[in-house]
C-alpha cells in the first residue's frame, strides 16, 4: 500500500513518518517539488519516504491522506488533481481553523463542513474523516493518553471506512476504540468538538488527552 | 436556598424535580400562572414545589435555572425581570437547537453562544453554563452512565461557579469530575459539543450516554 501525505507540517510528517515505520511507502507532498521541509524528511525518514508535489505524492498513492490545514484543503487536493483521487480513500484530519482574527475560529462551521465540502468537490474519491480530535502525537501513539478513549470516523463509503479503521488498528487504535457516525455528513460534529479540544488544550496546558465515550450497553 | 426552575419540559422537570428531593423549595416557572404542566408537576412534587410565571419564580429564588430551550432564553429571562436576576447565579443549560429547517442546527453557534448572551442581557446576573452536554435524566443521576464521566462549566463567577459545583456534588457528580473551562466564552465550545452528542444518541439508541476526559497528569 502507498500512501501520499499531503501536508508538511506537524501532522504531515507525523502521520508520514509513522506509516514509513509501519512498512509502507509515503510521498510526502507539498506545493512545490523542491520543499526543503519535505526533502529533509524524506532523507531522514529512510528509503520508503518521498517528496513531491501534491499531484506526485498522490498520482503514485494508492491512500491519500489530506494533513493541510482546512482551510487549504480544497486547493491542495484540487493541485493533487482529481484524477489522481477518483476511487481511492482519501483520509481527511483536517480542522477548518481560520486564525486571521486573532482567535482560532472554525469555518465552515455547523452548515457545512471540510470532510463534507472535500467529499462534494471528488464525488468520486471515497472520503473518509478520522483522527482530527486528537494531537498528531496521539493519532500514531494512542497510549500517550492513559485508559481507554476513542477516535470518530464517518464517510459514506463502508469499504473505506474499514480500511481506515483497520490503519487506525495499525497505529495503535483497537477497532472498539473507533466509533462510526455514519456519512461524511457527521464531520460537522467532528469538526465542532475542536473549541472543546482548545478549550482543555489550554486548561491542561498540554495535548496528551482525549475524550472517551461512556455509555450504558 | 430556593430554585427558580424555568422551563416545564422534561429538563425543566427533572432538574425541579430532583431539587425538591434535595430538600429545596423549588419553583417552576413558565410563561402562565395556570400552566397546567406545571401546576400538575407542582402537586404531584409535594409540598416545596410551586408553580408560577417566570417572574414569579426567580423573584422568589436564590437562585435560577435556565431550562427552557437555547432558542427562548433570552425571551424567558427578559420575562423573569433582570431584578430578579441581579447578583444571583444563574444556571444556563440550555443548547440553542433550532429545528426549523428539519433538521437540528444550532443558532447560535461558534461565534456566539446562549451562554454569553444571557451574560451580556444580564451583566449584573452570575451566568454559569452547566449540564448541557447530557441527557437530563443523567444530569441528575450521573450513574446511569457506567464509570467516570464529566460535566463542563463555564462562567466569570469563580463564587457562582463553586456554588454550582457544590450543587453537582449533591446531584452526584463529585467535584473532580467537573472540568472548569474558564470564563462564559467557553460556552460556545459546550454548546457545540451537541452534534457530536447527537450522532452519538441516533448510534447508541438511547441517551445514557457522556463524555470522559482522558489525560495524561
Known sequence: MRYAVLGTGEVGRTLAGRLVELGYEVTLGSRSKDNPVAVEWATAAGG??????????????????????????LDA??????????????????????????????DPVESDSV????????????????????????????????????????????????????????????????LDLGGIGSARAMEMLLPLWLGLLQKFGHADFNFEVRRRD
Open 77 to 106: 487536493l484540487r493541485a493533487a488533481g482529481a484524477e489522481h483521487l477518483d476511487g481511492k480513500v482519501v483520509i481527511d484530519v483536517s480542522n477548518p481553523l481560520d486564525f486571521e482574527e486573532g482567535r482560532p475560529r472554525l
Open 48 to 73: 520508503r519516504a518521498h517528496a513531491g508535489t501534491f499531484a506526485d505524492a498522490a498520482g503514485g498513492a494508492d491512500v491519500v491522506v489530506n494533513a493541510v490545514g482546512g482551510q487549504v484543503a
Open 115 to 178: 470532510g463534507e465540502r472535500i467529499q462534494r468537490a471528488f464525488p468520486l474519491a471515497r472520503v473518509v474523516k478520522a483522527l482530527n480530535t486528537v494531537n498528531c502525537r496521539v493519532m500514531v501513539d494512542p497510549g500517550r493518553v492513559p485508559g481507554d478513549h476513542v477516535l470518530f470516523v464517518c464517510g459514506a463509503d463502508p469499504d473505506a471506512k474499514r480500511q481506515v479503521v483497520e490503519l487506525l488498528g495499525e497505529f495503535g487504535w483497537p477497532a472498539d476504540r473507533v
